[in-house]
């Protein structure tokens, strides 16, 4: 019944003015939506960002640390191998 009677003057305005509050309305939930979503992304690629660094850095340190024992092992064997040879060298000179 509505439909068949003409718009009131000031009552075609005020719905037009709720129309476009409305979609104004839509329009900040589906920006604040997005931003959310961009949001969500960007905390994604910090996180793994995050764990690409720490995997690194424990890749680093336990390089550092595989190369100080090769060190420690190469310092060690020589001293061993240097000990050896004072000992062969006394037992020889004890022989003579």
Same mark, same amino acid.
Do not use: C, W
């Given at each position: *019944? ?58 680093? *340190? ?35």
């Amino acid at each position: *019944v509505e439909s068949l009677l003409p718009p009131v003057p000031g009552e075609e305005s005020k719905t037009s003015q709720e129309e476009a509050m409305e979609k104004v309305g839509k329009a900040k939930k589906a920006v604040e939506q997005e931003r959310l979503e961009i949001m969500d992304r960007h905390h994604e690629n910090l996180r793994k960002s995050a764990e690409t660094y720490e995997k690194l850095v424990k890749k680093r *340190v336990l390089e550092e640390e595989i190369e100080k024992r090769r060190l420690q092992n190469r310092e060690f064997l020589e001293k061993s191998i240097e000990q050896a040879q004072i000992r062969r060298k006394t037992r020889a000179e004890g022989r003579e």
